[in-house]
């Protein structure tokens, strides 16, 4: 077998398509990608099925792939480290069993062994690292990517040993041993070299290197995708910043939401960010503040404990140049915490005593009222988070823990601020104190839930089990439907209305996880429920809010009416919105406009399809499409009334269409998908006969686009331009019937095209087609 892991790939691939294992197939070609482009979602859609047929079918060195992938990316993309660790030790262990040494992969589990190590405590776990590096080297030649990587892995270890120099030699002797092979090293390893001399306080040379990596790159036929652009662009943005070069690192630091989404940007976001700040040409202030604190949190949380701290001193010393003592303070509490988990804490502790000491220099504010009146005083004045978080701090020090609404506020305002675990914590503290407090239990649970701790949100349950039984079952529903556990969301709020029969919120949440399970007729009893027995929309008091109802309550129930085909209801319930319909009876099938409906392929990515819109929740889809999702062209679907996107800007109104999320197939159309694939004809004979196949019940819908080229049989050298388009059958037409169809209307072209599996499903001779695919490289 052969060491490439991408021919294996490639052949295992093939082996699995042509044996029927479609989605398998499917999901050892794209998910790596996913991993490494950090596409999250789609990954942990594909990976529990993919996983589970690779041990179904007994293959273990599939599985050895898919699951080095999925823990690249968490290690990688999401930086896990505990979270992640019983994973990695597992992957170790049977990628080095008898069935698994030899795959090509097997070696890679090394490198998440020790990734997963590095996440946790870098410096602490030298050794270890070190050790099975250079166990795994010694068996790895140099012309293999995992060569490339493993290299990669023993540089950040001695930098982690504060061995930089050390670490940058050894990057350009693999380089060399890897040249020497006839391969060339990868972006990431000329990005490690870059990163290696930055630490090295060479700031100039980092930025030669980043040039240097990329064009190398590029020469070597490679296109750069959006993760390499990122990585380049923070890496560089970083460097400029250290030079002073303040106006270039500004035009390549990435958004802050773009660090916000992809976590492995987030370090160098923030040592660039903290360079920009202290020259004044970033802003310092409590929003970077809370995102920083938010990032702290997410680590904290993964278990990856050294990440942690040294973010976490980055956000403490910009809290202490904005003057934000109680942030400043709180960071150093966690870093403390965090401090006690590491095994070796030379230089960052020295670090994180500094940052507390030079938070406590900070000075104490005035409280404008005496202390017991500050809440009232912050309810009118509403200053930023970070000013009331230290008047609440200095009331908090006059009048001590007594005061639960103070102690609320300070929590609240911390929360606000993205120090999450900082705010639970001091909320069972004080709930120990004032156990009966209502307010301070919900703030509780909605963050315990928002943090997605799974142990404290059962632990306050039990707490409230006893004397509030009704909010023990509210705040589990809330954690199921937090999980997608709907059969579990929908029998605690059964739970909550056995006890508060007239409960409202109860109600919207137990409609929406009917829905989810698909469960229409039980969603529109509980929409009805909240139409008949909430307050009128008219209410203004405050307190009664929740029990108002809303118009989302009525576009809900005229969803669940429309997949139950219940017209009259879903009449009435419009008509109180104020839609006006075509006609007063029957069901709702009339032209309203363009959408966007959000489905979900088979591999768990998401599709924008056009339709459009005959009613209030349902709309017609328009294109032909595949077998990777549940909808072809023409059926009539019902869609979630919540909008997915952002209203048009002004002046874009023309374009900008609604988007909507699929909820259920209504009524099927029945057609069926071929494909049509050859040279462009011409506008003149495309349009001819898109017109002559529509006008007998047929659906096109071309997919390539002006990029789509085949080659000319005419000149082996040259291209045609190409058109790649699917074929809706109708449930009226066979096979055969459209096959002779197809053959009449394309006849006398230049070129013909090709509909191979249509002929194959008619029964005809696919000679020609197999010839056509031959002939234009199809």
Known sequence: MSTDIWAWVHDTHDRLTESGHHRLATALVEIAGHAVDGRNEQLDAMFPEALASARALGLPWVEVFLRHWRLQNLLNKRHQGEAAMSEAVSLLEFAHREETASCPQSVCAVQDFTICHANIDGPGYVPERLAVLEEALARVEPARACFDCLSREYADTLEDDGRTEEALTHLDRAQVRIQTAGEQVSLSFGLGRAGALYRLGRHQDALDAYDTAEHAYVAGRNELDDDDRRKLAVGRARALAALGRTDAALALLPDAEEAEEYADIRHRWADAVELLAAAGAHPNDAALGARLAGWVGYLDAAGSHRPCLDLLLVAGRLAVARGARTVA???????????????????????????????????????????????????????????????????????????????????????????????????????????????????????????????????????????????????????????????????????VLAHEPDAINTRRLAGSAATRLGDHTRAQRLYQEIVEHALPAETTEPELGHKTLRESDLWHLITAATANRDWPAVRAAGARIGIEFDTDSGPVDEEWQLITLRATRTNGSTADLPALRTGPATARVLPVLGDELPLNHRDTVVFSPALLNDGPEPGAEEGWRPAFELLTLLDPAGYTTHWIDGAWPGDEEWLTLRKNLQEAGYGVWAYSGDQYAITDPADEDGSLPGIYAALGVPPTASAAEADALLQRLTAGWAHPLSWLDLAEAAGADTTRHRETVERYGL
Do not use: F, M
């Open 329 to 495: 303070l709180t960071l150093a509490a966690t870093g403390e915490r965090k401090l006690a988990l590491l095994r070796r804490t030379d230089g960052v502790a020295e670090d994180l005593a500094a940052l507390k000491a030079a938070a406590e220099a900070l000075p104490h504010p005035e409280l404008p009222v005496p202390a017991e009146d500050l809440a009232d005083w912050l309810s009118e004045h509403a200053p930023d988070p970070e000013t009331g978080a230290d008047l609440l701090s200095a009331a908090r020090a006059t009048l001590g823990d007594e005061d639960t609404t103070l102690v609320v506020n300070l929590a609240g305002a911390l929360a606000a601020l993205g120090h999450a675990r900082t705010v639970t914590d001091l909320l069972w503290t004080q709930l120990e104190r004032d156990p009966g407090h209502a307010y301070l239990v919900d703030l509780l649970g909605s963050l315990l839930i928002e943090a997605e701790d799974g142990d404290g949100v059962h632990r306050l349950a039990d707490r409230l089990g006893t004397d509030t039984p009704a909010d023990a079952h509210w705040l589990r529903a809330r954690w199921a439907a937090r999980q997608g556990r709907w059969a579990d969301t929908g029998e605690h709020c059964d739970a």
